[in-house]
C-alpha cells in the first residue's frame, strides 16, 4: 500500500538518502584522521601532520553537520508529503461514502485514521529512512574501515556484533509487550477516574464508591507490575551493552598491545579500533532496539488501507422499470440495519406526491427516521422498491437525489463559522436577503437582526454559543433556502415551544405549497395539520389517515395524544 | 520512544570518544521552556518525600549506587589512558611488556566495569520501583479522595482539570522521580567529576574546553527560542484542519444530501498544503537545532585535538592522558545541559505535586451518624422540617416544609432552577443542610451513616451516566453489590425484568450483540433517549422502598413516559416516589404535585384542585411550557 505513496518521492529519497550516506562517511572519516594523528603526527613529532589532519577532520565535521541538515531537509519533505497525501486521499474517500458503507466505522475511529494513523506512518517512513538506513550502514562502514586497519582485531568486532545485536533483540522483545500493558492500564487508569468524576453522583445514589476505588486499586496495580517488570529488562540493556563494549575495548587493546612491541600493528590504529568498535556496537544496539518498533506501524498502516481499500456499496444500478408516476414511492419495503436480528421498517408502503403534506408519528425508536434514511438513499440494503419521480432510486445519483430532496436532519449539525456561511451551505449563490427571508421564516430574522454582527454572527465548533432550538431553527432554514421538490422535515421541531413551532410551520405552509412535505415527529402539534398521518409501531404502519380519523380509530395515536393533551387540542377532539 | 531515551541516556553515559555523537539531553534543554510555579516549595517537597518515607531505604540505596556508578564512570578514562601511555612507552623506549602491570591495570579495569554495571542496573531499577510505588499511592489515594469529597467540590472544579491531576500532573511527579533526580544527580557528580580529572590533566587545554560548552548551549537555546513561532503555527494549522475534518465526518448528512462534499474537497486541499508547508518546516526546524549547536562543540573538539598534540610532542602531555582528556570532553556535553535543566525540571514537578496535594486536601464529607438502615423495613413517610439550603452563601431553600406519606406518588414541577432537583439532592443527603431537618420515618436522616440512607432510595439522576462495559452490566450495576465480578452473579432474569419496566427491552433486543452490547465511554452508540432508558432499568433493579425520577424521561416520547409510569405504579404500589418532570403533560395522575418556584414551593395539590386554583401551576399548564 505505503509503496504508491513513496514512489511519488524518489528523486528526493534518493537525494536524502544519498546525503545521510554522505553524513555516514565524513563521522567515518574522524576517527581515521586521528589514527594518522598519532601514527605520524605524535610517533614521528611532525607537527604538519597533525595539522593537516586536524583540518581535515575540521573540514569533516562541517561537511558532516551540512549534509546532515541537507538529508534531514529533504527528508521532512518527504514524510510530510506522504502524510499529505495520506490525508488527502483518505478524506476525499471518506467524504463521498454512503451511510451504509460507513456504518463499520465511527467518526471517531475516522477521524483517528485520518489524523493519528496519518501520523504513525509518517513516523515509520521518518524511522526507516533516517535511522535504520544510516544506522546500518554507519555498522557496514565502521567495520569496512577497521578491516583495512587490521584484519586480525575486527574479526573480534564482526564476531560480537550479531551477539549484541540478539541481545538487543532478545531485550526489546521481552519489554515490548510490557510497553502494550503500561499503555493499556494507563488508558483504564484515566477512563475510571474520568468516569467517576462524571459519575459520581449515581455512584453515591447507588453506594458504588467502594466498588470503584477496588476497581481503581486494581488497575493502578497493574500499570504499577507492567512498569517494574518491562523496566527491569529494559533498564538491563543499555548497561548490559556498555559492559560488553568496554570488555571488547579491554580486549583489543590487550591483544592489539601485545603486538605493539613486535611492531605488527601501530598504537594509532589500535586507538582506531577501539573508536571503530564503539561506533558498531552502539549503532548495532540501536538498530535491533529500533527494528522492534517497527510491527507497531503496521496497525496503522492496516487501518489506513482498510479505510482506502472499502469501496462505495452504493453503486447506480441499471433498471428497465420505469414508470411516469411522479412523486417519492415506498413499495413493500422491508429494512434490517446491518447486523441486526430484527426489522426496522416492515412491510412499507405509502406515496408523496406535489402538494401533498403528510407525517408519520411513533415512539423513540420506532424507525420513523430510518424511513427518511431510505428516501435519501443513505442505505441499499432493503426488501421492495423505493422511487422518486417513477425511477428506482437505486438508478439515481447521489446529486440527481439531493437536488430532488432536501433533507432536514434531526440533530442540527451546523459549521464553525458566520451564520451566512451555514445558510450558504443550502444555496451556494444565496443574497442576503434570501437568508433574511428564511431567517424570518423561523422567527430568527429578528435575534439576527439585533446582534451586532448581524449575518456574519460567528457559530463557534458543535455551535455551542446556541441554544438546541435555535440550532434547529438555523438548520430548518438552512434547508428551507433549497430549491427542490420535496422536503422531509426529521423530527426538527423537538426542541422549539408551541408557539414559535406553530409560526414555523404555517411559513413552511405557505412557502411550500406546491411542493411534497414529509414532517416526522414526535408531537401530535406538529402533525396534526398533515393531509394523511402514519402511526409508526415497531417498524410497521399500524395506522393511517387524518388527525380527525386516528383520533376516532387509532389506539395508539389516541395514547400518544393523551400523553400530551393540552387545552388548545383539547378543541380539536 | 523508551528504546530511543534509553539509547539517549545510553550515549551520555558511556562517555567514549566519537566526534558527532552530539550534546546528549536534548530533551532537557527543550524542558527549559515550559516551567512551573510553586506557591511553596519547601512544603511539597517535604510532603513528596513523606509519600517516600515508606520505601526510604529502597530511595536512599537507589540514590548511594547512582553517586557510586558515576564515581566509577569518572574513573574508567584516566585507567585506559594508563593503559596506552604503557603500550606508548614500549614502542618509544623498547623496553620488554609488563605483563603485571598491565595484567593488574585490566583487573582493576574489569572491576571497574562489572561494578559501573551491576551499580548503574540496581539504582535503575531501585528507582523504577521507588517511583512507581509513590505514584500508585498516591493514584489510589487520588480516587479514594475522589469518592469522599464533597458535591460542593465537583461543582466547583472542571473534570477536565481533575483528570489532568491524575493524567499530567501524577506523571511529571513520576517522571522526575523515576529519571529526573538520579540522571540529574549523576549528571552533577559526573559534572564536578570530569571537570577535576580534566584540570588535573591540563588545565589549559580544561579551560579551553570548558568555554565553548556554554556558547554552544545558548546558542541551542536560542535557536529554539527561534524555533518555537514555526512550531506553533503547525500546532494551530494541524488544529483547524483536524478541526475541519472532525465537522465535515459529524456533519455527513449535510455534506451528503446538502451537495457540499466537492466545496469541502478544495477548501481541505489548500488547508492540506498549507499544513504540508509548515510540517516539514517545523520538523526541520526541530530537527537542526541540534547539530547546529553541535557545529561549535565539534569544532572545538577538533581544536583541542590539535592544540593537545602540540602538548603531546612537547612531552607536555602523555598519549594516554590526551586520549583520556578527549573523552571527558565528550562526557561533560550531556550533565551540563542536564544540570542547566534541572532546576526548571525539578520546579515543574514540585508544582504538579503542589496540585495534586490541594486536591488531596479539598474537604471531604463529614459523617455525623452511623446508624444503620433496614431498607426493608422502611415505610417511606418523608418530612422537610424548616429546611435552610444554600449552593454558595445565597440561601436557595429558606425555611422549606413539606410532609410526604408512605405510598404516596409525588411530583415537583416549576421552572429551570426553580429548585427542584435541589430538593431530591438532599433527600439524598448530597450536600449538606444549613438549617432544619429533614427525616424518614420520624428519624433524621443524618443518624443515619450514608451509605446506610442511600439504600432506601431507587434514583434516576438527571444526568444519565454508564460506564464503558455491556448493557447488562450496566444494568446489574443497580443490585447490590460491591465488586465488579460480582455483576456477573446478578440473575439475568432480574436484568430482563428490570429492562422490561423500563421499556428498554424492545431496542436492547433490537441490537445485534443484545444485552451483550458493549458501551462506549459516554454510551455514544446510543441515543440520548435510550440511555435514559438504561439508567431508569438501572434504579428498577436496586427495589428501594423511595423512587426518585429527576427529569428520567426527558429524550423519551411521551406516550413511553406515561407507560413506564404506570408500570412504577403497579410495580411498587407501596412505594413513595418523587417524579420530577418538564412536560405537565404526563404527571396529572400523581398523587400530589408540588409547584416550585425559586426555591419555595407555591403550590401543592392534584392536578384538578391546581387548575381549579387558577394559579401558577394553571398558567403553567395553560402555556404549556414547563
Known sequence: MLIKYVKKYATLIVGQLFFASLWVFTQLMIPRYMVDIIDVGFMMKDM???????????????????????????????????????????????????????????????????????????????????????????????????????????????????????????????????????????????????????????????????????????????????????????????????????????????????????????????????????????????????????????????????????????????????????????????????????????????????GDIKAIIGSTGSGKSTILKLMLRDYDAYQGRVCLNGKNIQTLSKEQISQTITYIPQTSFLFSGTIRENIKTGKKDATDKEIWEVLDMVQMGDFFRESPQGLDTHIAQNAVNFSGGQKQRISIARGLIRESEYYIFDDCFSALDYSTEKKIREAIREKLANKGVLIVAQRVATVKDADEILVLEKGEIVDRGSHKELCKKSKIYKEILASQLKPEEGEIR | MNTENVNNKDKQQEGLPTVSRG????????????????????????????????????????????????????????????????????????????????????????????????????????????????????????QVKLNSLTLNYFDRSSAGDMTSLLSNDLDNVANTLQSGLTSSLSAIVLLVGVVIMMVVINPILAFLSMIVIPVSYFMVKYLIKKAKPIFQKNAKLTGVFNGKIEEAYMGEDIVKHYDIADDLKTELASLNEELYDSEWKSSLVSFVTRPAGDLILNSNYVLLAIWGGRYVINGVLSLGDFQAFLRYTQMLRGPFNQVLGIFNTIMSALASA??????????????????????????????????????????????????????????????????????????????????????????????????????????????????????????????????????????????????????????????????????AEGASNLSQGEIQLLTIARAMIKKAPIIILDEATSSVDTRTELLIQHGLKQLAANSTSFIIAHRLSTIKDADRIIVMDSGTIVEVGTHQQLLDKNGYYAQMYEAGQA
Open chain 2, 23 to 142: 550534546v546528549g539531553g536534548a530533551g532537557r534543554v527543550s524542558g527549559l521552556l515550559t516551567s512551573g510555579k510553586t506557591k511553596d516549595a519547601k512544603k511539597t517537597l517535604l510532603r513528596l518525600f513523606k509519600n517516600l518515607a515508606s520505601f526510604k531505604w529502597l530511595f536512599i540505596m537507589a540514590i548511594l549506587l547512582t553517586l557510586i556508578t558515576s564515581i566509577v564512570q569518572i574513573l574508567i578514562p584516566r585507567r585506559i589512558g594508563q593503559i596506552i601511555n604503557i603500550f606508548m612507552e614500549l614502542i618509544t623506549k623498547d623496553i620488554a611488556l609488563d605483563w603485571t602491570v598491565l595484567g593488574k591495570i585490566s583487573i582493576v579495569l574489569l572491576i571497574l566495569y562489572i561494578f559501573n554495571f551491576l551499580s548503574n542496573y540496581i539504582s535503575n531499577i531501585l528507582m523504577v520501583r521507588v517511583s512507581q510505588k509513590v505514584i500508585k499511592s498516591l493514584r489510589n489515594q487520588m
Open chain 2, 354 to 519: 503542589e496540585r495534586v496535594f490541594e486536591f488531596l486536601d479539598a474537604e471531604e464529607i463529614v459523617e455525623l451518624g452511623n446508624a444503620s438502615m433496614d431498607a426493608s423495613a422502611v415505610k417511606g413517610k418523608i418530612e422537610f422540617d424548616k429546611v435552610n439550603f444554600g449552593y454558595t452563601e445565597n440561601l436557595l431553600f429558606d425555611g422549606v416544609n413539606l410532609k410526604v406519606q408512605p405510598g404516596e406518588q409525588i411530583a415537583i414541577v416549576g421552572r429551570t432552577g426553580a429548585g427542584k432537583t435541589t430538593l431530591v439532592n438532599l433527600l439524598m443527603r448530597f450536600y449538606e443542610i444549613s438549617a432544619g431537618i429533614i427525616s424518614i420515618d420520624d428519624k433524621d436522616v443524618k443518624e443515619y451513616k450514608t451509605t446506610e440512607l442511600r439504600k432506601a432510595y431507587s434514583m434516576v439522576l438527571q444526568d444519565t451516566w454508564l460506564f464503558s462495559g455491556s448493557i447488562r452490566d450496566n444494568i446489574a450495576y443497580g443490585a447490590d453489590i460491591s465488586n465488579k465480578e460480582d455483576l456477573s452473579e446478578v440473575d439475568f432474569e432480574r436484568v430482563e425484568e428490570a429492562a422490561k419496566l423500563a421499556r428498554a427491552d424492545s431496542f436492547i433486543e433490537r441490537l445485534p450483540q443484545g444485552y451483550d452490547t458493549v458501551l
Open chain 1, 48 to 354: 604538519n601532520v597533525i595539522i593537516n589532519r586536524g583540518l581535515l577532520m575540521l573540514l569533516a565535521t562541517v561537511f558532516n553537520i551540512i549534509s546532515l541538515m541537507i538529508s534531514i531537509s529533504f527528508l521532512t519533505r518527504v514524510t510530510a508529503g506522504i502524510s499529505r497525501d495520506l490525508r488527502a486521499d483518505l478524506f476525499e474517500k471518506i467524504i463521498d461514502w454512503s451511510k451504509e458503507t460507513r456504518t463499520s466505522f465511527s467518526n471517531s475511529t475516522l477521524i483517528t485514521r485520518t489524523v493519528n494513523d496519518v501520523k504513525q506512518v509518517s513516523n515509520f517512513i521518518d524511522l526507516s529512512l533516517r535511522k535504520i538506513f544510516t544506522l546500518s550502514i554507519t555498522v557496514i562502514g565502521a567495520l569496512a574501515v577497521s578491516f583495512s586497519l587490521d584484519v586480525k582485531l575486527s574479526f573480534i568486532i564482526l564476531i560480537i556484533i550479531p551477539a549484541i545485536f540478539l541481545l538487543g533483540l532478545f531485550l526489546t522483545t521481552k519489554a515490548l509487550p510490557q510497553y502494550a500493558r503500561i499503555r493499556l492500564s494507563i488508558d483504564k487508569i484515566n477512563q475510571l477516574f474520568r468516569e467517576n468524576i462524571r459519575g459520581i453522583r449515581v455512584i453515591r445514589a447507588f453506594n458504588k464508591s467502594d466498588y470503584e476505588v477496588k476497581e481503581f486499586a486494581k488497575a493502578t496495580e497493574e500499570a504499577y507490575q507492567a512498569n517494574v517488570k518491562s523496566e527491569s529488562t529494559m533498564m538491563l540493556l543499555s548497561p548490559l551493552i556498555l559492559l560488553l563494549t568496554n570488555i571488547l575495548i579491554l580486549v583489543i587493546l590487550l591483544i592489539g598491545g601485545g603486538r605493539t612491541q613486535i611492531g605488527t600493528i601501530k598504537l594509532g590504529v589500535l586507538v582506531g579500533l577501539v573508536e571503530y568498535a564503539t561506533i558498531s556496537l552502539n549503532n548495532i544496539q540501536q538498530f535491533a532496539s529500533i527494528i522492534t518498533i517497527i510491527p507497531r506501524s503496521k496497525v496503522s498502516i492496516d487501518r489506513i488501507s482498510e479505510v482506502l481499500a472499502t469501496e462505495e456499496l452504493l453503486t447506480i444500478k441499471e433498471d428497465i422499470l420505469q414508470s411516469d408516476e411522479k412523486g417519492i414511492m415506498f413499495k413493500n419495503v422491508d429494512f434490517y440495519y446491518p447486523g441486526s436480528r430484527r426489522a426496522t421498517l416492515r412491510n412499507l408502503n405509502f406515496h408523496l406526491k406535489i
